[in-house]
């Protein structure tokens, strides 16, 4: 974990991250709008970590009972959006066992 | 102790790149599993290196370091257990409000992370600080709309709550809120003692705007409003991660922020609404003029004529809505259409980007009935292809195969992108009753000279299509 970080470097971060998530998404079918949604759901479920962070360094009880339910949230979070991802996910598959071409046989036809 | 933090820092990268690869391969129906799983993986490893953080705390928190760890398992076991459970028994219909519910425990996870920073003084310049607070008032607003959200779709909500002057108290609710959290900041550099005071009545003023700002808010326009708050949480997640140093919370945060936006947008563009029309308009009550439009004679056909018209057709094109799914009929339908395609009958599936209760979620419930994906075809690739299909199917659905959104100046949904079903050399509609869709328009095609109505349940009328092929033989 870094100790000091400057505004200027946290910019950079934000403006990077933000384009990075518009391109990867920018050509997602929008068959898989749900799911996506759900598994960007499950990647924010990061905040469980800095929900730790915080309760470690809990020195008194109500710091203690927040960051309790910080991390309950957030494990909810991380969960929750995992398996139901991952549920929805497992059910996609092609009729023919040709995996591979099927997404760009659809492009073509008609 | 170097060392810890050097490792704790490295994994989160890690995590953050496992994070936008797993993201990059749910951009494949082929790729997703494996991107999801990807993703999970890296989410493991970063929680579990995070533990030893607990290594190199402050030495006034030694003494409390057992019982911090020990909250910390408990709480990673009962949400992960609680959360898990519900997520894997949860049906497939009821998939929205769940992502809803998800997303708004991130939002207050975040505004928990907001609360001990302020309790903790970290770092107490001003830019912090109004970093801390904006990241609770996003995440806050997240939690209790989320809540709301999840309340409307799952049908315990079942009114929007309106009230004159409600966008006025809003704006009060909203502009206090903001009022407090200046506060807040203020009393936080001064070090005043009313810091605390200040902070709870933000945190409670945030809560309630979430609550003020949903409410209002039709069910239908709910998966819009579902995708928002998701960006809102990222947001939220990703200025905590600032307020934390934490570059993992950053980045997995903005990402999800802007890849949210773009969802978010994208979804309001298919319902041929503006953000701030679904959110301050209250679109689809005062809809009162029903009645307007073609009014005529519907013809309405049996189920077994229906199923033999298609049997001999050389084409079907099949328009599943949210009735089907209510109706509970996807099994059924999908063993009608093997039976076409046995008879050598070219069927395809054509969703609309909003079909279902949330974009996308058609799909996850034809999937679920056992329907391969390459069947199924977006808006955008099937539209040119109906005025040449012998039979267009319309089970479930009407406000999305409404030709009034493409002539009607005067009609509510007039723009909206709809699939040209009326082209197609004969349509049927399987329905429940002569009513109209969620937005109180009549539908033209019902009229239609090519245009059949099959009254029924979905369930039952296709239960009896199936055993009229069965009839037929597949000869």
């Known amino acids: ?110 | 102790m170097i060392l810890i933090e050097y490792i704790v820092g490295l994994s989160g990268l890690l995590a953050s790149a496992l994070f936008i690869y797993g993201l990059k391969g749910m951009s494949s129906p082929v790729t997703a599993v494996k991107g999801i799983v990807t993703a999970g993986w890296g989410m493991a490893f970063v929680v579990a290196v995070s533990f030893l953080q607990a290594f190199r705390v402050p030495d006034d928190v030694l003494p409390h370091l057992p019982v911090n760890l020990g909250l910390a398992v408990l709480a990673l076991a009962l949400g992960g257990l609680l959360a898990g459970w519900k997520g894997r028994t949860v049906a497939m219909t009821a998939m929205p409000q769940m992502v809803a519910l998800y997303n708004g425990m991130g939002g207050g996870s975040a505004a928990a992370v907001a609360a001990i920073a302020l309790m903790k003084h970290e770092g107490g310049t001003p830019l912090h600080l109004g970093v801390t607070v904006t990241g609770a008032l996003i995440g806050c607003i997240s939690l209790t709309g989320s809540i709301i959200a999840w309340a409307k779709l799952d049908g315990r909500m079942k009114k929007p709550v309106r009230f004159s002057g409600q966008q006025v108290f809003n704006g009060v609710v909203f502009i206090g809120t903001l009022a407090l959290g200046v506060m807040t900041v203020v009393t936080q550099l001064q070090g005043s003692s009313d810091g605390g005071l200040f902070a709870m009545l933000f945190f409670a003023g945030a809560l309630f705007f979430g609550l003020c700002m949903t409410a209002p808010i039709g069910g239908a326009d709910m998966p819009v409003v579902i995708s928002l708050y998701n960006t809102f949480t990222g947001l939220a997640v990703g200025l905590e991660g600032y307020v934390m140093s934490n570059p993992a919370l950053m980045i997995a945060g903005m990402v999800v922020g802007s890849a949210g936006t773009l969802l978010t947008l994208l979804m309001a563009k298919a319902m041929n609404r503006s953000l701030s029309n679904v959110l301050f308009s209250n679109f689809g009550a005062s809809s009162g003029q029903a009645a307007q439009g073609p009014q005529g004679q519907m013809k309405s056909v049996d189920p077994a004529d229906a199923a033999t018209t298609m049997r001999y057709a050389s084409s079907v094109i099949i328009i599943p809505g949210y009735g089907l799914a209510v109706a509970q009929a996807q099994q059924k339908l999908y063993e009608f259409v093997k039976m076409l395609q046995a008879a050598g009958v070219d069927v395809k599936f054509a969703i609309h980007p909003v079909a279902g209760r949330m974009p996308g979620h058609m799909n996850v419930l034809l999937a679920e009935a056992g329907v391969p994906y390459d069947m199924i075809y977006d808006m955008d690739d099937i539209n040119d292809s109906f005025a040449t299909t012998d039979v267009a199917l319309v089970i479930g659905a009407n406000d999305v195969v409404n030709p009034s959104a493409r002539t009607d100046k005067s009609s509510p949904i007039y723009g909206m992108p709809i699939l040209n079903a009326d082209q197609a050399k004969q349509v049927f509609v399987i329905k429940r009753g002569q009513g109209t869709g969620y937005s109180g328009v009549q539908n033209p095609l019902f009229f239609q000279k090519n245009t059949s109505m099959v009254f029924g349940d979905a369930q039952a009328v296709l239960s009896k299509m199936v055993e009229t092929l069965k009839s037929l033989g597949t000869n």
């Open chain 1, 1 to 110: 974990m870094l100790t000091s970080m400057t505004l200027i470097i946290a910019l950079y971060i934000f403006m990077l991250a933000a384009f990075t998530g518009y391109v990867v998404i920018s050509r997602v079918p929008s068959i898989l709008h749900t799911p996506l949604m759900s598994g960007s759901n499950f990647i924010h479920g990061i905040v469980v970590v800095g929900a730790l962070t915080a309760l470690f360094t809990a020195t008194n009880i109500v710091e203690q009972i927040i960051g309790f339910f910080g991390v309950l949230l957030g494990a909810g979070n991380v969960t929750g959006g995992y398996v139901v991802t991952d549920r929805m996910l497992a059910m996609f598959r092609p009729s023919t066992k040709k995996p591979g071409q099927s997404a760009t046989d659809k492009k073509t036809a008609s």
